[in-house]
């Protein structure tokens, strides 16, 4: 239940704290005294899309926090256990958002996303208003609440359904990737077929490139390598160059090389200089002498690479990715090649999976009709207790056989409408084409009558449902809601004195000047003051007669 409610900085209310009680809780008050802000704020804390004209004006930000109290072992509880955020049954949430259009959420202290809070309050809270009739009138909406109804004997069906779906779609994959049908499997293995000959065909070897790209570079060079060849050779071997002026040298060391062994050392070394020297002057000249410039050779080099780099752009960064690209398309060749009795083999199991997902969705179909059968009696006669006597109300399922069915749903086969007739006679139609705006309201609270027990809801919200209620039905209303909030909290906002007499806590809301500003205030009306505000909703001027009148409205509600 939602147990505390505390409002600051929204539309017209500064601050309020407001308090409610387990079982019926009523607003009332004059028309633009800010019940809806009250309903807005409470859809604020809840997840609804946050608008910064909600921010009171002069101020930066708004701010309202929930304080709800459940059950341990509540679904809402477990959600926050699979978002690792403790509670022991009472759940506390704040949600602020600012002029700059930025906001937080809090649960239990805990930062948490949108997602999240949606998430968590789906469990907690079922708010109604007039709007929410159109919830009824979408057909994918009806289906949800029949399954709503068919409660944990739907889930193992449904669990079953998925697993096999989920089969079937794996199986589709696989069967995709061998190639498909027929025409599409030969269309693959013309493309790998070309791949696998495009690349053996380049009789790739690994480091080819970089190597291709070194003898470029060599080729487009050649003449300037050449040249420093040839000034190398030349500065060692011409006519008085470094070798003629090593071997002057080691003469000369010679003639002193016996006197001391410093001087033999350096002989030694002058020989060993002078052959290196020779040795580098005959391969610079070898090396001179084996340049040439081949025409074809650079062709060749040039249209290689070009080859290569084509290769990479489609197949891989470098010869290793390429000639593996290379060996899986041929494994991917071969698998298609041998495909044709995989794919039938896939394609038998396809259709005996099929079979069973037809099965098990005639299960579901005939649980859901079983279940909307039970449903639709219990709100008819809800709805005769709300004085539409003749009302008359079905779900219809559109056939279907295994050739027409959806069998690719998870949620099953079935499509389905709401059929409605209010008055005796006449057929029934389709609930969106019928039914009037006050006759929705009611069919709304059958329905709800109906599910108190089923969705695991601890508060129901019911935004003046009960517009367009007047007379031996508004009593009848009043005792439907009374009969919910035995076991579900109900937060209403209602113009009917018979809902507010019926109220287990009525709160009162209304506008004051403070200080050249209007503001909405909030307060939990006393026996007395809600006698008095019975008075004020029946139009009677306040009177002994009015007074007693009131106080029997309440007393009726006590038996």
Do not use: W
């Not at 010869?319 to 794919?343: R, W």
């Not at 038998?348 to 909307?372: F, H, M, N, P, V």
């Amino acid at each position: 239940m939602l147990k505390r409610l505390h409002i600051k900085n929204v539309a017209l209310i500064s601050e309020a704290d407001i308090q409610f009680g387990e079982k019926l809780n009523v607003l009332s008050g004059e028309t633009g005294s800010g019940k809806s802000v009250i309903l807005d704020s409470i859809n604020f804390v809840l997840g609804s899309k946050a608008d910064k004209s909600m921010i009171r004006f002069g101020e930066q930000e708004a701010m309202v926090r929930a304080e709800f109290v459940v059950d341990e072992n509540s679904d809402a509880v477990k959600v926050l256990s699979d978002y690792d955020i403790e509670s022991d049954g009472t759940i506390v949430i704040t949600r602020k958002f600012n002029v700059d259009g930025r906001g937080s959420v809090k649960i239990n202290g805990d930062a948490a996303t949108s997602s999240m809070l949606k998430t968590l309050t789906a469990r907690l809270v079922d708010v109604h208003g007039q709007s929410e009739h159109f919830f009824l009138l979408s057909e994918d909406n009806q289906l949800k609440l029949v399954d709503t109804i068919c409660g944990d004997r739907l889930s193992p069906l449904k669990a079953e359904l998925s697993e096999l779906i989920s089969e079937k779609r794996r199986i589709k994959r696989t069967i995709a990737d061998l190639g498909g049908d027929e025409g599409e499997r030969a269309r693959k293995l013309d493309l790998l077929k070309f791949q696998i000959e495009e690349i053996e065909a380049a009789d790739l070897k690994i480091g080819e490139f970089e190597q291709l790209k070194s003898r470029r570079n060599i080729l487009m060079n050649i003449e300037k390598i050449f040249a420093a060849l040839n000034a190398v050779h030349s500065i060692f071997s011409d006519e008085g160059g470094c070798i003629d002026s090593i071997s002057e040298a080691k003469r000369n060391i010679h003639l002193i090389s016996d006197l001391d062994s410093a001087y033999s050392d350096i002989s030694d070394r002058l020989e060993e200089v002078g052959a290196e020297i020779e040795d580098i002057s005959e391969t610079v000249s070898d090396a001179a002498e084996g340049l040439t410039f081949d025409e074809e050779e650079a062709k060749f080099v040039d249209e290689r690479i070009s080859l290569i780099n084509n290769l990479k752009k489609k197949y891989g960064a470098d010869e290793q990715e390429i000639l593996k690209f290379c060996d899986a398309a041929q494994e991917k060749y071969d698998a298609l090649s041998d495909a044709a009795a995989t794919i039938d083999k896939m394609t038998a199991e396809l259709s005996e999976i099929d079979g069973k997902i037809y099965s098990i969705c005639r299960k579901i179909t005939e649980l859901r009709q079983k279940s909307a059968q039970n449903f639709c009696q219990g709100v008819i006669a809800e709805l005769k207790t709300l004085n539409i006597a003749n009302a008359d109300f079905a779900v219809n399922f559109k056939e279907y056989d295994k050739e027409s069915a959806d069998l690719n749903s998870v949620d099953g086969s079935d499509k389905i409408e709401f059929l409605f007739s209010a008055n005796r006679g006449e057929p029934l139609k389709p609930l969106s084409k019928v039914i009037s705006g006050g006759e929705m309201s009611r069919f709304m609270l059958a329905v709800k009558t109906n599910l108190k027990d089923l969705n695991g809801i601890s508060t129901y919200i019911f935004d003046e449902i009960d517009a367009g209620i007047s007379g031996f039905t508004a009593n009848t209303v009043a005792e439907k809601f009374k009969y919910i909030a035995e076991r579900t909290q109900i937060i209403a906002v209602s113009h009917l004195p018979q809902v507010c007499a019926a109220s287990d806590t009525q709160l009162l809301i209304y506008k004051v000047d403070e200080g050249g500003k209007t503001l909405t205030k909030i307060k939990q009306l006393t026996e007395e003051e809600k006698v008095d505000e019975i008075v004020r909703l029946t139009g009677n001027i306040k009177s002994e007669a009015a007074t007693d009148h009131a106080r029997q409205l309440i007393k009726n509600f006590k038996k």
